[in-house]
Nanobody, 117 residues
């Protein structure tokens, strides 16, 4: 069973920065890709950013230019660098790893990010 462990969430003022980390229990290149999702109270979980095995990235329009997804293959860790944070970025952020060809989709336990105005 794959484990994804997130860390780095917290309380930050608007305009501030945070970096989330997600450590995988096996090599991150074994997945087709990894991503970060978020879920705010009363809202559906949404994709924030993802990175494919080949290194391609894509972002939700709402975070483009402010968030950056990256990875460290040696540490089996994926990061989400968040800057210019806004109150509407407040949510629980989840790490995801996917292998659609095997019908597998893994989730971390989530980390809370709260942005105060």
């Amino acid at each position: 069973q794959v484990q994804l462990v997130e860390s780095g969430g917290g309380l930050v003022q608007a305009g501030g920065s945070l970096t989330l980390s997600c450590v995988a229990s096996r090599g991150i290149l074994s997945f087709n890709g990894m991503g970060w999702y978020r879920q705010a109270p009363g809202k559906q979980r949404e994709l924030v950013a993802r990175i494919t095995r080949g290194g391609s990235t894509d972002y939700a329009d709402s975070v483009k230019g402010r968030f950056t997804i990256s990875r460290d293959r040696v540490k089996d860790t994926v990061y989400l660098q968040m800057s210019s944070l806004k109150p509407e970025d407040t949510a629980v952020y989840y790490c995801n790893a996917y292998q659609p060809d095997a019908g597998l989709n893994y989730w971390g336990q989530g980390t809370q990010v709260t942005v105060s105005s």
